[in-house]
Each structure stands twice: as structure tokens, then as C-alpha cells.
């Protein structure tokens, strides 16, 4: 299996690393031009070598050299490569003369001359062991399984589809050998289920001959060479034709009664599935072959009735196999409980995990006897203990290695942005263009790859069913790190502060780094990342700096510059937590595509409109209001633009010819909004308006909104503009920002509106009413005093909102809320938080049969009481699919006890920061 996958991750990492590098000389032509030669020469190599690759692919033989040495001299040559060329561009682009030895155009000649050779050292070994571009070698030399697993590796698991499956194994109605699947993500058990049945004593005495096979390269051919060697291990294949093998297999197995398994299939053609129905199709009557993959693709091969799709286990499921492999043969002690449900939780449904955790955990408890060190023991181990398979992650395709291995500068269990994701995705480069299909959308593609494999989940979803949040677990944070290290990947480094031990690795060591991140400790780290900058003879090529750190640094006029020669090649800087008085004139960043900064001033100066390649700009400050000087629309490349502060655009932007590609602009001023501006962005899709919201009823600006046909999310900040710096304020204080219940004309909104979000509008609750009108609405948010007012009350039997699934309330300062079923007839998910004076949260919510999640936080104690009877009621109706959480669990007179067990389903009581109620 490892042969043919090295030999596969051969052909995609040449590509990636080769083809990108060559589409990069073409990009940069006018800047190193004399390089044609050994352009041309390097690409010619990259054909030859991909097509030896893509030959010896389909072979069995073993190229793991390649996946080490050489490859990664290929990907570091190619690196110094792209970094010759893109210095070239910062001189030639920006007229600035960088620290350091110069780099020419007979450099970049050079460094594409060492791809070519580390490339061509790669093709002289093929052609050595190969021969001149022709591969012979015997296919029976494939590396396979003739043995399932063993029952010590069973699990008491998907007992009803073991029951179906039996069923079909055991029944003899066709005339024809039947073929059978079970598919399902990887680790779910599929293999394991295949292997109870192969040594079930019923099915072993159904069936005359029982033939176990695992090729990892399932070829006709293939499949008929392993099956062969099986039945006949002293047989000599005659020929390697399919059709020849096929005879003499058949010949075989004509007068048997065969169950023929085959593990884990990745993919069958249909030529490959006509080859092998024709050679076991004709058998005695109720021969089976029973196939396992995670290719959902293989369900057409089969029938309905012949399909079983495993399914990732239940909460409870979940902790009745965590008990079952911790605790064989005895019950679960109850002080353990409590901890065990916690590790079931977060093994997210898979029992590979979830074994894998039992076993860890096992180990430890083995050492100690005192019930009292044993509850320490469940304590103080992690969440998440179980590792991500390596196997996993060699197996993935090479286009999607990078994308999740980046999962990991992201902190471990805590939800993210799949726009962030994607964006910074697309600013790395790990994203190619393909014709008719934008880069967000092959984004997203790649998402729910990574998704499907269990090693990506989604949080939340957006109201068109897209991913909106989502979050990896502490392990595959862990492995992404492990794996993206200088001596591995060299994709990203952590940097980690050691009380006593200081930073590990040590901040010297930065210039072995492509990208960097530092989450904590980022007021230790500059000052020490300063002074190894002023090493005048360390080379430093940075290509991403990511900082998610609470705590906040203000970086000093004086270091800028060195920021600035270090970041020269920089594509990626996420450091909102590092501050600036101002932005500089001479920023020279020329490869910057996505960028968050935190400014201590009100302007955005015209040289923010320097950085051409910016795909993503986004600005906070301390300010009320941004003004920005330049000209964003002329920034060709944006796509996205959002800021914390009502910003007001320059003039130049009602003039600009560009536009067309900015998609996101959060934060806009009323005063800046007119016809002018919106008629230049016709694909934008999500606006958000900041500012003294009463603006947009004068002069017709209310009516600008209705022509925004692309936009599906809009967001309204009523928000204080005058004075300086912002401040905290409460807005039901401010009753001069009340607004008119014109805003909400539906006929004024935009007509595709999807998500609406309002924020201290402080409008009447009589008003929502209008919102009815809006027939595209799904998504309605609520915040900081949106409606003023101490009861929302809902009557008659109208559907006030017909299509609304989700709602979100915060900080509203309402004491009653009444409603019934028929007033969100679709709702599937309701958000509360900060609402204390709310003392009771509508029962009549249980009754809608679409309303699975309910999230409570920071709310008055009788509102916890309702949101549990909500869930109580939600229960006794048997809807399984509820999930609750209510956050923080302060009630003393809630005891843990009532949470554990409910009606059958088990409610994991979570002890964070915040304590969370979760139940499915």
C-alpha cells in the first residue's frame, strides 16, 4: 500500500511544487527575462517525470525514496526559487532597495536551474529502475491483505446493520453472484464489520470458499492477480491480460459457493466492474462478494437493499462503546462517569477514536487503585487524546496536504470563520484557478473534502446550507504542527512560551520558517523576534505572520521598518493584536493578499492603496469613525472589506472604474453610501452599514438598497459617530439614535436578503411586524437593543415568520416574550445571550417540529429553567435530533445529577470556562 501511495503523492507533489513554480515564471516573465531557456527545460522535465510517475503508479513497486530526499529537494529548491523571483518584484515594483545580498535576474536563472536538477535527479532514478520510460513488472508482487482483522478487534457496534448484513450474506435469491457494499468515513468500522461476518460460524458454513483481499490500487487486473495467488498460491498467472485472467478465475470458482471480501476499494471504473462481474459472475447460486470503502460513487454498482451506510455513532452510542473497551466485563464506576461522557463527546461519533481514547486511558488507569487518584487521572487527561492516523493524512490527495495541514495555526476546539479559512487559502496560493469554477467555490470544495474525512467540522451553517464556522480538534491541531515543522513540512512554525525556558523553538531559529504563529505571549515575542531582526546577516523570508494572542502589543515607529524588510515577501498578515500608531507611506508589500490590522487612528492613509495584490483588508481601531484616503475600488484584487468603525470613503471611489470584485464591504458609512458607489460593485454579497443609521432616510439613501439584486447578508449598526475614540455606551440611553420603522420598508431591502442582522436601532417591538413581508429571510439577528420595549408578544395565528430558521438575540432588555408555533413555523435554531431581564423563554417553541438547537448564555435563572423544560418537552415527543446548550450553568438548585440521564439520552455537563449543556 505504501508503495503505490509514495508513487501517487510522487506525480501530485511534482505537480504542485513544479507546475506552480512554472506558472509563477510566467506571471513574472517581464521581470526575469534571459530565463526562457531554463524555463522551458524545467517544464520539459516536469511533463516527462509526471508521465514515468503516473506509469509506475499503477504498478506495485516501491518508490518511497522519493517521498523523502528528493522530494523535498525539489519543494526547497522551488522555494528559493520563488523567493528570488518575488524579491526581484519588490525592487522592480516598489523602487526599494532591500537589506541584504541583492538578488538578480542571473539568481532566479540559477535557482530555476537547481529545480530542474533536483526535478531531473528524480527522472534519472525512474529511467534506472524502470528502464527508458517503460515499465514491466510482474502485478502479483502487489503488497495485500489475505487476513481480516481479529476478534479482540470487535466492537459491540452497529448491531442492526450486522443483522442486515447477515441477512444479505445468507440468502440465496439471485441466480448470479451478488455484490454487496458498506461504506461509511474512514474508522467508522467498515473493515471490522466485514471481518465479524467473515468469521461468523453461520456464514463461514453458507459458503464453500472464503477469499479475503485488500489491493491498494483495485484494478481489474489487479483484484483477479491477488484473488488468484489466493485460490492457487503455486499457480503462475498465464497471462496479465484481464480477460485471460478472468478465465482462468472463473475456472476456479465456477463450482464454489464463494464469499469474496474486498477492504477498503478507493475507487472502481466501470470497465473494472464489468471485468470482475464477468469473472465471478458465473457461480454456483449465492455467492456474495462483499465490498468496503468510503467511496459513496461505488452505490451505483449496487442495489438499494445491497447498500449499508455506517453512520458516525450517537452520544450515547459513543459512551457505551468508551465503557465497553475501558471497562470489559464490568460496569463504570460512578465517580468516572461524569469524565468519561466528556472524552465520548469529543471523539466526535467515531469509533476509532473513541477506542483509541478507551485505550490511553486504560494504560493510566492501570497504575493506580484509589478511586480518589483514578477520578484525578480522568481529571487531568486531554480531551481529545486520540491521534490523528497517519495513514489519513498519506493518503491525501497532494492539492489538499497544505490546506490541512494550515488547519493548525488555528487554536485547537475553538470555532473559526470558514471565510477566513477560504480566504487565507486562496492568499497562500494552496488554491489553483480552474476554468468556469472561482477559487471560492474549489475552496469549498476542498472544505468539505477535509470535512468528509473527518478531519475538519463544522460549527455552524449558513442560511443557503454553506459551512459558516467551523473547528479541528486539539489532536489534529497537534499532528498540522508536528507535520508542518522545518524538518517536516516546513509549511508553519508555533511559537510557544515556557515559563523559565522561554520560547521553544528559540526566536533566533525564525529564519528556518516559511510562516509563522504565535496565539499567546505575543508582548514576550515581539521584542525578541525585534532583536534577532537587527542580525544584519540572517536572511529572513517570511511568508506569513498569524497571531490570535489576547493579550495586545503597540509596536514602536522605530521598529517598523525592520518589520518591514523581514516581511518584504509577505502574502499572510493576520496580527490584529499588534498595534500601530499609523499607517507608513513606504509599505513595500508588495505580495500581500490577505491582511488584519489594529490601528490607533482615524485614517486609512492613500498608501494602503500601494498593496495592489490584497484580496482581504481588514481594520480595527480605537476610533468612532475610519477615514479613508484611499481609493479601495482601484485596489483591483479586493474582495473583501470590513472594519470596526463607520468608514467614510474617499470621494475617488464614486469615480472608479474597478469594483466588480468586491464581494464583502462591512462597516461602510450612511454618509458615504450612494448610488454612485453601489452601482460599482455589482457582485457584492454581504454590506454592512455602521453609523448614525437615521442618515439613510434623508436624501432617498433608503432607497439604494433595493438595486443590491447580489446581496443575501446585511448588517445595520446603529452606531455614535461624534467624538474620538470609541467607548462603551448602552444605547437605550441614546433616544436620540431611535430610529423610524421606515428602515424595515421590505420594499427598500434588498430583494435576494437572506441574513438580516440589526444592532441598537432601538426601534419598537410593534415594528417587527414588518419583517414579515420579507419572503427570502432565513437568518435574523438581533442585538444591543435593536427594539426597545418590555414585552414582545406575538398573537394570533399569522406566520409573522414564515421562513425564518434562525435567530439570534443579544443584549436586549426585554422582561416577556409570547409566541407560538405557528409564529416561526421553520425555525431550526434560536441564540440567546445577555438577555437578564427575560425570565422565561416560550415553551410554545417545542412544539415546532423543524427546532433543533436552542443556545442560552448569560440569562436569568428562571430563563434556564424554561429552556430545560423546552428541552424535556423536546425529549418526550422523541425529537433526537435536539441539541441543547446552555451556557454558563449557574443554578444551585440544579444538580448535576438531573442532567446525566434523561429519558435514555445522555447530557454531557461541560466545566470550560464557561460550563455547557450539550444533548443529542
Not at 453472484?177 to 461509511?184: F, P, Q, S
Not at 476542498?446 to 464556522?469: C, F
Not at 439604494?704 to 440611553?733: I, P
Amino acid at each position: 500500500m505504501e508503495a503505490v501511495v509514495a508513487s501517487k503523492v510522487a506525480i501530485e507533489a511534482v505537480k504542485f511544487f513544479g507546475g506552480r513554480f512554472v506558472q509563477q515564471l510566467d506571471e513574472n516573465q517581464k521581470l526575469i527575462e534571459g530565463t526562457a531557456e531554463q524555463r522551458n527545460k524545467l517544464e520539459y522535465d516536469i511533463e516527462i517525470l509526471s508521465g514515468y510517475l503516473k506509469e509506475s503508479a499503477e504498478k506495485p513497486k516501491s518508490f518511497t525514496f522519493l517521498e523523502r530526499a528528493l522530494l523535498r529537494e525539489v519543494r526547497d529548491n522551488v522555494y528559493k526559487a520563488e523567493d528570488a523571483i518575488d524579491s526581484i518584484a519588490v525592487k522592480k515594483e516598489s523602487n526599494w532597495i532591500m537589506p541584504g545580498p541583492s538578488t538578480s535576474v542571473v539568481d532566479v536563472a540559477k535557482r530555476i536551474q537547481a529545480v530542474a536538477e533536483s526535478v531531473g535527479k528524480i527522472r534519472k532514478k525512474i529511467e534506472d529502475q524502470l528502464g527508458i520510460g517503460h515499465v514491466t513488472t510482474n502485478e502479483g508482487s502487489a503488497v495485500y491483505e489475505d487476513e481480516p482483522p481479529t476478534q479482540e478487534d470487535y466492537c459491540p457496534i452497529f448491531v442492526k446493520e450486522e443483522r442486515r448484513l447477515k441477512r444479505r450474506l445468507t440468502r440465496d435469491r439471485a441466480k448470479q453472484t451478488e455484490l454487496i457494499l458498506i461504506t461509511g468515513t474512514r474508522g467508522i468500522g467498515k473493515t471490522i464489520m466485514a471481518a465479524k461476518m467473515f468469521h461468523n460460524s453461520e456464514v463461514k458454513n453458507h459458503f464453500t470458499k472464503l477469499i479475503w483481499v485488500s489491493v491498494p490500487n483495485p484494478t481489474a487486473k489487479n483484484i483477479l492477480l491477488v484473488v488468484l495467488k489466493q485460490l492457487h498460491p503455486e499457480t503462475v498467472p498465464k497471462s496479465d491480460i484481464p480477460c485471460e485472467l478472468r478465465k482462468q478465475v472463473r475456472s476456479l470458482l465456477e463450482k464454489e459457493k464463494f464469499l469474496l471480501v474486498l477492504d477498503n476499494v478507493s475507487r472502481m471504473s466501470k470497465e473494472d466492474y464489468t471485468e470482475l462481474q464477468k469473472a465471478f459472475g458465473k457461480s454456483v447460486k449465492g455467492s456474495k462478494v462483499l465490498i468496503t470503502s468510503t467511496n459513496p460513487e461505488l452505490v451505483h454498482f449496487v442495489k438499494d437493499d445491497s447498500h449499508i451506510m455506517l453512520e458516525l455513532l450517537k452520544l450515547k452510542e459513543s459512551w457505551d462503546l468508551l465503557k465497553w473497551r475501558l471497562f470489559p466485563g464490568a460496569l463504570c464506576p460512578p465517580e468516572l462517569e461524569y469524565h468519561g461522557q466528556l472524552f465520548a463527546e469529543s471523539c466526535n461519533g467515531l469509533p476509532r477514536e473513541i477506542v483509541s481514547t478507551a485505550e490511553a486511558l486504560a494504560e493510566k488507569l492501570r497504575l493506580v487503585n484509589n478511586p480518589r487518584e483514578r477520578i484525578q487521572v480522568f481529571k487531568t487527561f486531554p480531551l481529545d487524546i486520540a491521534p490523528v492516523n497517519e495513514s489519513i493524512y498519506n493518503e491525501l490527495p497532494y492539492h489538499l496536504r497544505p490546506c490541512f495541514l494550515y488547519l493548525g495555526i488555528f487554536p485547537g476546539q475553538s470555532k473559526f470563520p470558514v471565510s477566513k479559512l477560504i480566504n487565507m487559502w486562496i492568499a497562500e496560493g494552496f488554491i489553483p484557478q480552474a476554468e468556469d469554477v472561482t477559487l471560492e467555490e474549489t475552496a469549498e470544495k476542498y472544505l468539505m473534502q477535509l470535512v468528509g474525512k473527518n478531519l475538519l467540522k463544522i460549527e455552524e451553517m449558513r442560511p443557503d446550507g454553506s459551512a459558516k464556522t467551523c473547528r479541528i480538534t486539539e489532536s489534529t491541531r497537534k499532528f498540522c504542527q508536528k507535520i508542518s515543522a522545518p524538518e517536516g513540512e516546513n509549511l508553519f512554525q508555533d511559537f510557544k512560551y515556557t515559563s523559565g525556558e522561554g520560547f521553544f523553538p528559540q526566536i533566533n531559529e525564525v529564519n528556518k520558517n516559511r510562516r509563522i504563529c504565535i496565539h499567546a505571549d505575543i508582548h514576550r515575542f515581539i521584542p525578541k523576534f525585534i532583536t534577532s531582526l537587527r542580525q544584519e546577516s540572517v536572511q529572513i523570508y517570511i511568508r506569513s505572520f498569524v497571531s490570535n494572542s489576547i493579550e495586545e502589543f503597540m509596536l514602536d515607529k522605530g521598529d517598523i521598518p525592520k518589520f518591514r524588510a523581514v516581511f518584504k515577501l509577505l502574502k499572510v498578515l493576520d496580527a490584529k493584536p499588534i498595534k500601530v500608531d499609523k499607517i507608513y507611506t513606504d509599505l513595500c508589500l508588495v505580495h500581500l493578499r490577505y491582511v488584519t490590522l489594529s490601528i490607533s487612528a482615524g485614517v486609512l492613509p492613500k498608501a494602503i492603496s500601494t498593496l495592489r495584490k490584497v484580496q482581504t483588508l481588514i481594520v480595527h481601531t480605537t476610533f468612532h469613525t475610519l477615514k479613508i484616503e484611499a481609493d479601495i475600488l482601484a485596489m483591483v484584487e479586493l474582495k473583501y472589506f470590513e472594519t470596526n468603525a463607520s468608514a467614510i470613503l474617499s470621494k475617488k471611489s464614486e469615480a472608479s472604474k474597478e469594483g466588480e470584485r468586491l464581494q464583502t464591504l462591512c462597516g461602510i458609512s450612511p454618509e458615504s453610501c450612494s448610488g454612485k458607489l453601489f452601482s460599482k460593485l455589482p457582485n457584492l454579497k454581504k454590506l454592512g452599514i455602521c453609523g448614525e443609521l437615521a442618515l439613510m432616510l434623508f436624501d432617498g439613501k433608503n432607497d439604494l438598497l433595493k438595486d443590491l439584486d447580489k446581496v443575501v447578508n446585511l448588517k445595520l449598526l446603529n452606531k455614535e459617530t461624534r467624538g474620538k475614540k470609541q467607548k462603551l455606551w448602552k444605547t437605550s440611553l441614546k433616544p436620540q439614535l431611535k430610529l423610524s420603522n421606515r428602515i424595515l420598508e421590505p420594499s427598500k431591502f434588498p430583494p435576494s436578503l437572506r441574513s438580516l442582522t440589526l444592532s441598537a436601532t432601538c426601534l419598537d417591538w410593534q415594528d417587527i411586524f414588518i419583517l414579515r413581508l420579507m419572503q427570502e429571510l432565513k437568518e435574523l439577528k438581533l442585538k444591543d437593543n435593536a427594539f426597545l420595549g418590555e414585552k414582545w408578544e406575538l398573537l394570533g395565528d399569522d406566520k409573522v415568520f414564515p421562513y425564518l430558521q434562525t435567530l439570534k438575540i443579544e443584549s436586549l432588555d426585554f422582561k416577556q416574550w409570547e409566541c407560538s408555533k405557528d409564529h416561526f413555523p421553520q425555525l431550526k435554531r434560536l441564540t440567546m445571550s445577555k438577555c437578564e431581564l427575560l425570565k422565561k423563554i416560550p415553551i410554545e417553541l417545542a412544539d415546532i417540529p423543524t427546532f433543533q438547537e436552542l443556545h442560552f448564555q448569560d440569562g436569568h435563572r428562571h430563563a434556564k429553567r424554561s429552556a430545560k423544560r423546552i428541552r424535556d418537552k423536546k425529549l418526550e415527543m422523541k425529537n433526537n435530533n435536539i441539541v441543547f446548550k446552555l451556557l454558563p450553568l449557574e443554578d444551585p438548585t440544579l444538580q448535576l445529577s438531573d442532567y446525566l440521564y434523561l429519558d435514555r439520552e445522555i447530557v454531557l455537563v461541560q466545566w470550560y470556562a464557561m460550563c455547557s449543556l450539550l444533548e443529542t
